[in-house]
């Protein structure tokens, strides 16, 4: 199987040019994106940071978000995280909390330096996984003046406790991380990590709806990627171990900036952004700009591609009032 549209699962709008970029994390990681500029471009325009879903490539959704908000008027940046596509890192396929916040604020950086964008004027957008990285480097990186997410995970709190928090004890954390550790060690005599494997290409007629929603996206035409570890062989298995320690978005409601968070009302993965939320808002000064918006009987996937579930007119609205 191969992508649809020349390595993309979505059809380049007419009035939209991609040009593939590089640009450079605090790390030292050359990160890889598309740039999707108006064919009616003119100087100093906002622009959209954009990434996800968690194991997703550019070519998938984040590209086909950055794809329909440049149509609408808008500079964006779809990108490979550090360590997956075509971006760098020297170990594949792995995660992580602290690189893949900076990757985001790397994008910002990226973008503040191009001519035709007003570097006051730069947001950014996360996508399942990537929504709790935006969320967090909007706690950190007060450049970002709007942040949306959209079907957002928080992956250290779902690799700490597992779906639905089933899995939050101390006894199944330590029996994760005595799994781990031991992965670990394999594969340092190895020399290789083992990968966990991506969306099974055989799922059972009993597998809960959610992992079929997944393959419905990640192992259909609609959005297989070459490069998408969720579509092929996965994550490194040992890839979860920072995130199991490492709990973000804890100060999140000291974001001052606007944030807009939204989900599928019938998406299994709900409860992180409706919980993401209320910690948002709890405390914080700053109440005026901040919105969870529940999407009536949407799943997880349809915020990933389907055009008459993901309401593009309320983010445009949302990214005018804040960014211009």
């Avoid at 604020?105 to 007003?118: G, K, P, T």
């Avoid at 992956?155 to 799994?179: C, Q």
């Avoid at 009302?265 to 808002?281: G, L, P, Q, T, V």
Wanted: glycine share 6%.
């Amino acid at each position: 199987m191969k992508a649809k549209y020349n390595g993309y699962t979505f059809k380049l709008d007419e009035t939209v040019i991609r040009k593939k970029v590089k640009f450079h994390n605090r790390y030292g990681i050359d990160l890889v994106g598309d740039l999707y500029i108006p064919k009616d471009c003119t100087n100093k325009m906002p622009a959209i940071a954009i990434s996800g879903p968690f194991g997703a490539v550019k070519e998938q959704a984040s590209g086909l978000y950055a794809n329909e908000l440049a149509k609408r008027g808008f500079i964006t940046l779809a990108f490979d995280p550090s360590f997956t596509g075509e971006s760098g890192g020297s170990v594949r396929n792995v995660a992580s909390p602290d690189i893949n916040t900076e990757d985001f604020s790397a994008a910002v950086d990226f973008l503040s330096l191009q001519d035709n964008i007003d570097e006051n004027k730069i947001g950014i957008l996360g996508i399942c996984g990537w929504g709790g990285m935006a969320l967090n480097a909007a706690c950190i990186d007060n450049r970002i003046k709007a942040t949306v997410t959209s079907t957002m995970y928080d992956m250290t709190r779902i690799n700490a406790n597992g779906y639905f928090d089933l899995e939050n004890s101390e006894e199944a954390r330590y029996k994760l991380k005595e799994k781990l550790n031991q992965q670990r060690l394999e594969d340092y005599k190895n020399n290789d990590y083992k990968r966990a494997g991506g969306v099974s290409d055989n799922i059972p007629e009993d597998a809960p709806f959610f992992v079929k929603d997944y393959y419905n996206y990640y192992k259909t035409e609609r959005g297989y990627s070459e490069r998408s570890l969720n579509s092929n062989q996965g994550w490194n298995i040992t890839s979860s171990l920072s995130f199991i320690n490492m709990p973000i978005l804890h100060y999140s409601n000291e974001i001052r900036n606007a944030v807009l968070m939204i989900h599928g009302e019938k998406a299994h993965s709900c409860y992180f952004s409706k919980d993401a939320y209320k910690n948002m808002i709890k405390g914080n000064k700053y109440l005026d700009n901040k919105e969870l918006l529940i999407i009536p009987n949407a799943v997880h996937t349809d915020l990933y591609d389907n055009l008459k579930i993901i309401p593009f007119d309320k983010i445009v609205s949302f990214y005018n009032k804040y960014l211009f």
